[in-house]
Nanobody
């Protein structure tokens, strides 16, 4: 059973940076396509960033492009979301998600239904 645990959230000021981590256990290391999503109470879960299972491709929501970076750690069992130039509108619960290595090696789905496994989330609060 694949388990995902997010960490690194917190309360920061606008313009600050944070790095979220997602620890992956219970599966084949480095074999999963990974994604980050976020959700504000009362709104739908929103795509943020994704990394293909091969690690060859990434995709970002327009709202975070150029500010956020998704990457995989050297040990392949951790995925990061480096967030810079944070804005109050980035405030949300951030979720890590994983999907089995199906499809093309550069496949980077944005839809939440493409992901089979989810963490419980970590809160990020950005104040102005």
């Amino acid at each position: 059973q694949v388990q995902l645990v997010e960490s690194g959230g917190g309360s920061v000021q606008a313009g600050d940076s944070l790095r979220l981590s997602c620890a992956v256990s219970g599966g084949i290391l480095g074999a999963y396509g990974m994604g980050w999503f976020r959700q504000v109470v009362g709104k739908e879960r929103e795509f943020v960033a994704t990394l293909s299972w091969s690690g060859s491709s990434t995709d970002y929501a327009d709202s975070v492009k150029g500010r956020f970076t998704i990457s995989r750690g050297d040990a392949l069992n951790t995925v990061y979301l480096q967030m810079t130039s944070l804005k109050p509108e980035d405030t949300a619960v951030y979720y890590c998600a994983a999907r089995p290595p199906s499809g093309a090696e550069n496949y980077t789905p944005r839809g939440a239904t493409a992901y089979n496994y989810w963490g419980r989330g970590t809160q990020v609060t950005v104040s102005s």
